[in-house]
């Protein structure tokens, strides 16, 4: 059918162009731009964000629909991102316009005035109690990996009225500004006090923070028209320290603060002032009647204060005593806020009445199970109380009693209360050698060389036989008896040598353990270069063998570095060579 051919080449013909035409603009592709605000100049000119992801530059020409008669020329490199300028000098009568670039597809766009700076703005004003003088708000651009920045400062800041105003350049197109903090600063009562601004995401202010960290960041956008208002109010808080019905003179009060949230890095819970449970926000000592007052404190109405009058005791809602910073915070219970702890309303806070004499419960220890030899030393029988801390250690919490009674007074709250697991004790030990002046020459050694002609060395060695035992009770009442169950540990025995006779008889070994549970033993090597480490409890040990006695350095050994303890059963891990 010859006559059919003409009509299907040209079919044929017509589909190919029909493709053509349907992939030209995907073959064109390859520049793009998401830029839909545009901050325009007094000129007319603006600029948008162009990607290329060709392999070979994007070029040609950019318009605005409608003011084609302005046409700009373009170029962006291959895989590159660049601001592409444009000129419309009638976008004030036509805000709204679509953008036109060779290779992408039209863009609308709105445009407006560009806005240089916007402001971050407020007052510091006192809603009542004491004054601050020499008031100054800082201005911190938090940058990355902790590089902030003091930006500005704002001095004399209640000679203006309480009033402070910062310029801070916008971003790109009108854009977001860059981050920041602000830091409160002021001195009340001759205490120079400060803390770092809390908005409640609307505006308002929610009080303030000691560390940077918990301060709110602030950002000046358009959709705040450029202006950010961060106002803030601080009050005091009044009372009186009592023991009984006497008021206490010249006692040292704190006034500290929970965080307003609590962290997940060790680091940041390590580095507020009572350490994993709140900061200081000022200080003050009673007068003469007992009287005190506290001013410059940012109000809030959160519950996130509390009292602290020397002596222990932290006194918070009701004027109710506790015996432990993390017993009046609650952290162990409550993560977000706690009711046992003070609000600071406008209004300030007054009439506080803390009796220091009140309050306290008198627990009874007693302790059973073994309790070591006659001859046994003192550890053994040591009693340790430390305050319960929510994410620390046993053996890094405060110590808050610790002696060879039987009988403490304490607040109520949560503590460990320990039998046999003094971690160390200091004391002089006599050398069996009569001169050591060879050990002390040298300018590192030559100023202890007194040790030398006394024949005394300064050690870290505590002798123990009970494996020691801890308990976490929750004290409450006016008494309470808590019971405790000591064992005997187990034991490492061992010898050292050395290419030298000498150092290796006067050898410090030591087991330590990382679990925070375990305290660490020592051993001194007796002549002929034996030890044993006694008063283990069961679990892993690492062994440290210390050449320099006086200063706990350890000394690399052939031998095992590691044992396994069980309670009362002992271990020999044969011999250790000390390396010279």
């Known amino acids: 059918m010859p006559f059919r051919l003409p009509s299907l080449a040209a079919a044929f013909v017509a589909l190919v162009g029909s493709l053509i035409v349907s992939i030209a603009p995907a073959q064109a592709a390859g520049l793009s731009t998401k ?64 953008l036109r670039m060779t290779g992408a597809s039209p863009k609308r766009i709105h445009q407006e005035a560009k806005v240089a700076y916007g402001t971050i703005s407020g007052t510091v004003s006192r ?25 500005s400062t704002v001095n004399d800041v209640e000679r203006n009225g309480g009033r402070f105003s910062f310029r801070v350049a916008m971003g790109a197109n009108n854009g977001a500004s860059a981050t920041y903090k602000l830091h409160v600063v002021g001195t009340s009562g001759g205490e120079r006090r400060s803390w770092w ?16 960290g918990a301060g709110t960041a602030i950002k000046v956008t358009r959709g705040q028209k450029f202006r950010y208002v961060a106002n803030a109010r601080y009050a005091s808080i009044k009372g009186q320290v009592r023991n009984g019905a006497k008021p206490v003179a010249g006692t040292e009060v704190t006034i500290v603060g929970r965080p307003p949230y609590w962290s997940s890095s060790s680091r940041v819970l390590r580095d507020l002032d009572f350490m994993s449970c709140a ?17 410059f404190l940012p109000t809030s109405t959160a519950r996130i204060y509390a009292v602290k009058p020397a002596g222990g005791l932290w006194f918070g809602s009701g004027d109710r005593s506790w015996g432990t910073c993390h017993a009046v915070v609650n952290n162990r219970a409550d993560t977000a806020s ?62 808050v009693r610790a002696g060879s009674g039987r009988k403490v007074s304490l607040g109520e709250g949560h503590y460990w209360f320990e039998i046999g697991r003094r971690t160390g004790c200091s004391a002089w030990y006599k050398s069996r050698y009569k001169n050591n002046d060879g050990y ?3 300018l590192d050694r030559g100023f202890e060389k007194w040790k030398a002609k006394n024949h005394k060395m300064y050690r870290q060695h505590c002798r123990a036989y009970t494996a020691g035992t801890y308990k976490l009770v929750y004290v409450k009442g006016s008494s ?27 050898l410090m070994v030591r087991l330590t353990s990382t679990d925070g549970k375990k305290v660490y033993r020592t051993a001194m090597t007796d002549g002929a270069g034996r030890f044993k480490v006694t008063g283990l409890a069961s679990g892993r040990y690492r062994i440290v063998v210390n050449a320099d006695s006086w200063r706990g350095i350890s000394r690399a050994f052939s031998g095992p570095k590691t044992v396994t303890v069980k309670r009362g059963k002992n271990k020999s891990v044969g011999t250790l060579t000390f390396r010279q």
């Open 35 to 98: 830029t839909s605000v545009v901050a325009m100049s007094e000129a007319g000119y603006g600029s948008v964000w162009a990607r290329c992801t060709k392999k070979k530059a994007c070029s040609g020409t950019v318009y605005v629909e409608g003011a084609a008669a302005q046409k700009r020329s373009f170029k962006v490199k291959a895989r590159s991102a660049r601001w592409v300028t444009f000129r419309n000098t009638g976008w004030k009568a036509r805000p709204s316009a679509v």
């Open 127 to 151: 809603a009542s109690g004491a004054g601050a003088s020499g008031v100054k708000v800082e201005l911190w651009r938090i940058g990355s990996r902790n590089r902030n920045v003091l930006v």
């Open 197 to 212: 601004w809390r908005g409640n995401g609307i505006g308002g202010f929610a009080g303030g923070a000691r560390d940077m």
């Open 279 to 295: 900061n200081v926000y000022g200080r003050t000592t009673t007068n003469g009647n007992g009287n005190y007052e506290v001013g």
């Open 338 to 399: 706690t009711g046992r702890m003070l609000p600071l309303p406008a209004a300030g806070l007054a009439n506080r009445v803390h009796n220091v004499g009140r309050g306290r419960t008198t627990v009874s220890v007693a302790v059973g199970g073994y309790q070591g030899p006659s001859s046994s030393a003192k550890v053994d029988r040591y009693l340790t109380v430390r305050e319960y801390a929510k994410g620390r250690k046993i053996l890094s919490s405060d110590v």
């Open 440 to 442: 002390f020459n040298g």
């Open 480 to 506: 309470m008896r808590v019971v405790l169950k000591n064992a005997k540990g187990g034991s490492v025995s061992g010898r050292v040598t050395a290419k030298k006779i000498k150092p290796r008889t006067e």
